[in-house]
């Protein structure tokens, strides 16, 4: 399993298509910084195809003012849930 | 731990940058050379944009900045051979494969997702 770290906002860059296409079927998919407006229920559609293994960064939403605005799919993590996942992924990349 | 019975290759480089509107493209060149030059095996994957760097008769920029061509020519001779390429980006262009400048295995999406999975490291650029 690796992890992919997606740090843009779907709204405003594709860089989201790019780490949809390098993902694996265990993979996963860690929102931060800009990225973490994907979370939000009018955004998260980019994110169908890999539901059930998209997280989110709590910090980050909470430094927007997202947190509780997520949808119900997208599984909040903060820094140490950051840290377990890198320890349970094989690999980590970032997609920026 | 993982699924593959081929050994892990040591790096996979992600180009997904065009030549000339940044130095991302000549960086990500750049680090696979370096880790070429150090003896691990480095595979590229041309991403999105970065397709672009594969078009022939790529000359210097306006104010005389040089391209990252000549840069390509030499990945044989650092024994980078495995040259991959987004087929969706390729196709997005109006381009395919075999009117690039350098030999090139085109991968679907399935097959960029293997490539992630088949390298120790993953650095994108």
């Known amino acids: 399993m690796l992890l992919h770290v997606v ?3 779907p ?9 949809l296409s390098g993902m694996g079927p265990d993979d996963v998919l860690l929102l931060i910084e800009d990225g973490v407006q994907g979370a939000l229920p009018q955004l998260v559609r980019y994110y169908a195809e890999i539901e ?27 820094v140490d849930g950051f840290v377990t996942l890198t320890e349970e992924a094989e690999r980590t990349v970032s997609w920026y | 731990m993982h699924e593959h019975d081929e050994p892990l290759r040591d790096l996979l480089v992600i180009l997904r940058h065009a030549p000339h509107g ?18 691990q095996s480095v595979s590229l994957l041309f991403m999105g944009e970065g397709v672009m760097a594969l078009m022939p008769g790529q000359g210097p920029g306006p104010l005389e900045q040089k391209g990252t061509a ?9 024994d980078i051979e495995t040259l991959l390429v987004d087929a969706e980006a390729l196709s997005a262009l109006g381009l ?3 009117e690039l ?6 991968v679907s999406t399935e097959a960029i997702s293997e490539a992630l999975s088949a390298h120790c490291l993953v650095l994108t650029f």
């Open chain 1, 7 to 9: 740090n843009r906002s």
């Open chain 1, 11 to 19: 709204a405003n860059s594709r860089v989201y298509e790019q780490a």
């Open chain 1, 52 to 78: 059930g293994r998209l997280f989110a960064l709590r910090e980050d939403l909470e430094a927007r003012g997202l947190l509780g605005r997520c949808a119900e799919s997208v599984q909040v993590v903060d």
């Open chain 2, 22 to 39: 940044s130095s991302w493209l000549k960086e990500g060149l750049d680090a696979a050379l370096v880790a070429a030059a150090f003896g």
């Open chain 2, 70 to 78: 000549a840069t390509l020519e030499m990945l044989e001779m650092y």
């Open chain 2, 96 to 98: 395919s494969a075999d």
């Open chain 2, 101 to 106: 400048m350098l030999d090139v295995t085109p």
